[in-house]
């Protein structure tokens, strides 16, 4: 049989599959209540193995049973009203054709599936509210084999759904920055049928499954963070969402005005398409008090607090010049006063440096 490798989230039921239905795989024990998957399926002690937690706080090395599909699956029990998160484990097969929704269905609020060609994709509506749901891709190519955490975030009230892997958001210019900032990039996807919540999940093809969470709340459950290569900075993973980006390693997009990245911004308490360069501004003796310096400054948010750094070369070892300072309100102009006596003989190069 040919493998279209589809999931699919609808507003409406699903016909349920004729073929032995089956329950209790997820959390790795067939003990577990999480029943009413019924269709194609069957349960494997394959262990699931991935790069980032899986959901439910579980481990990778105590997760040893997943559900096998051979056709399809459907489960219609998990979703109670107003249920917008799911959060879950599904295993990367390559297909044999093009992603296409399996014929006959009419009601799909979202779906994913991994193309021919590697990448993930994502059946959505224009992001402008107008035009033909259409397959549109979000990702790389994956590594087929590798289990990957798939996430969604529906937003009833707009129609869209922010969609995640391995809890950094899959931005696309098809995507927008939030429900409603469309102009710009970003991992929410406009839902191609949005006239009520989400009723039923099904998945079609040859592939695996695992521990499946649906939850009622406003956010995605992740609370890691990812540490950027470049600076060591841990950026937590839903400021990256919030902020539409998936890399912290990368140039933020105002880098070509700031010369910041995006792991830079974030210790620095800045957006990242503020247009703010984290620098002093200027620095003069204080009219108030003849024992100080006054360093100025732009708005940062509240993510640190702030030192004032000397040195008497420009690549040389900058030394603290007098304690650290709790940010002012972003945007503003702040000011940051030092004891003229912490300034030592020699020091001509000031910085100021953000602490996490």
Request: charged letters at 15%; glycine letters at 12%; a negative charge.
């Given at each position: 049989?040919?493998?279209?490798?589809v999931?699919?989230f609808?507003s409406a039921?699903?016909a349920?599959?004729?073929n032995?239905?089956?329950?209790d795989?997820?959390?790795g024990?067939?003990n577990e209540p999480f029943?009413?998957?019924?269709?194609?399926g069957?349960?494997t002690?394959?262990e699931?193995?991935?790069?980032?937690?899986?959901?439910?706080g579980?481990?990778p090395?105590?997760?040893?049973?997943?559900?096998?599909i051979?056709g399809?699956?459907?489960?219609?029990?998990?979703?109670?009203?107003?249920?917008?998160?799911v959060d879950m484990?599904?295993?990367?097969v390559y297909?044999?054709e093009?992603?296409?929704?399996?014929?006959?269905?009419t009601?799909?609020q979202?779906?994913?599936?991994?193309?021919t060609?590697?990448?993930?994709?994502?059946?959505?509506a224009p992001k402008?509210?107008s035009?033909t749901?259409?397959?549109?891709?979000?990702?790389t190519?994956?590594?087929a084999g590798?289990w990957?955490r798939?996430s969604f975030?529906?937003?009833?009230?707009?129609?869209?759904?922010e969609?995640v892997l391995?809890g950094l958001?899959?931005?696309?210019?098809y995507?927008a920055?939030s429900p409603?900032t469309?102009?710009?990039?970003g991992?929410?996807?406009k839902?191609?049928?949005?006239?009520?919540?989400?009723?039923s999940?099904?998945?079609?093809?040859?592939?695996?499954i695992?521990c499946?969470y649906t939850g009622?709340?406003?956010t995605l459950?992740f609370?890691g963070t990812v540490?950027?290569?470049a600076?060591?900075?841990?950026?937590?993973r839903?400021w990256?969402a919030a902020?539409?980006?998936?890399d912290?390693?990368?140039?933020?997009?105002?880098?070509?005005?700031t010369?910041m990245?995006?792991?830079?911004k974030y210790?620095a308490g800045l957006?990242v398409?503020d247009?703010?360069?984290f620098e002093?501004?200027?620095m003069q003796p204080?009219?108030?008090?003849?024992?100080?310096m006054?360093f100025?400054?732009?708005?940062v948010?509240t993510?640190g607090n702030y030192?004032?750094m000397?040195?008497t070369?420009?690549?040389?070892?900058?030394t603290?010049?007098?304690?650290?300072f709790?940010?002012?309100v972003?945007?503003?102009?702040?000011?940051?006063?030092?004891d003229i006596?912490?300034i030592t003989?020699?020091v001509k190069?000031?910085?100021l440096?953000?602490i996490?």
């Open positions: 049989m040919k493998k279209l490798n999931l699919l609808t039921l699903l349920v599959c004729a032995a239905g089956f329950q795989f997820e959390g024990t067939v029943a009413n998957w019924e269709g194609d069957y349960i002690n394959a699931v193995t991935c790069t980032y937690g899986v959901p439910g579980q481990t090395a105590g997760n040893a049973l997943a559900l096998a051979e399809s699956v459907t489960n219609a029990s998990l979703f109670t009203s107003g249920t917008s998160q484990m599904v295993k990367v297909p044999d093009a992603l296409a929704l399996p014929s006959g269905e009601d799909v979202i779906a994913v599936g991994v193309n060609n590697g990448e993930l994709n994502v059946y959505c402008t509210g035009g749901a259409a397959f549109v891709p979000v990702s190519a994956l590594t590798d990957k798939i975030n529906f937003d009833y009230s707009t129609g869209f759904c969609v391995d958001p899959c931005v696309s210019t995507g920055l409603s469309t102009g710009v990039a991992a929410w996807y839902l191609a049928n949005d006239a009520s919540t989400l009723s999940m099904k998945v079609v093809g040859t592939t695996a695992d499946v009622t709340g406003t459950p609370d540490a950027d290569s600076t060591g900075a841990d950026v937590p839903n990256l902020q539409g980006l998936a912290p390693s990368a140039n933020a997009p105002d880098y070509a005005t010369g990245t995006v792991a830079e210790v957006d398409n247009g703010i360069k002093l501004k200027d204080s009219s108030s008090d003849a024992d100080e006054v100025s400054f732009p708005g948010g993510n030192k004032i000397g040195c070369t420009v690549n040389g070892t900058y603290d010049m007098g304690g650290t709790t940010p002012g972003n945007g503003a102009n702040n000011t940051i006063a030092v006596h912490e003989s020699g190069y000031f910085k440096q953000a996490r």
